[in-house]
């Protein structure tokens, strides 16, 4: 399998995951010139959330979550302010970021894991 597929595969898990969840996925793999979101979704609680997936086949190749460094929380938050623009022709809405870190067979949702940068 090569790397794409098998970031489609951990993408489609924690789409599901978080459909579990009462989440419903508006968008998977949202691109625009600044880059690309994995999940787009609106919480139940009526929160637009913008979910990065961070994949590790076990604890040796190093904790998925810490892999969303400050470079990738800037290039979301651009990424994000775009879709913001594009769908809502505004900032003031009410989003967070959060990221879904699966290692091995075990998933974790953080949510609010960084702010808009």
């Known amino acids: 399998m090569n790397k794409r597929s098998v ?16 989440v419903m996925i508006l968008e998977r793999n949202y691109r625009n010139k600044r880059g690309e979101i994995d999940l787009i979704g609106l919480d139940p609680d009526g929160w637009l959330i913008f979910v990065e997936v961070k994949y590790r086949s076990s604890e040796y190749s190093g904790n ?7 470079r990738k929380q800037w290039i979301i938050s ?10 809502y022709r505004s900032l003031d ?11 091995g067979s075990e998933i974790r949702w953080i949510k609010n894991a960084f702010e808009f940068r």
Do not use: S
Not at 64 to 70: I, K, M, N, R
Not at 78 to 87: D, P
């Open 7 to 22: 970031g489609t595969f951990y993408e489609n898990l924690a789409a599901r995951y978080l459909e579990k969840q009462n």
């Open 64 to 70: 998925p979550l810490a892999a969303v460094d400050e």
């Open 78 to 87: 651009k990424v994000a302010a775009g879709y913001l623009m594009t769908h």
């Open 93 to 103: 809405v009410k989003c967070r970021f959060d990221v879904v870190g699966i290692e």
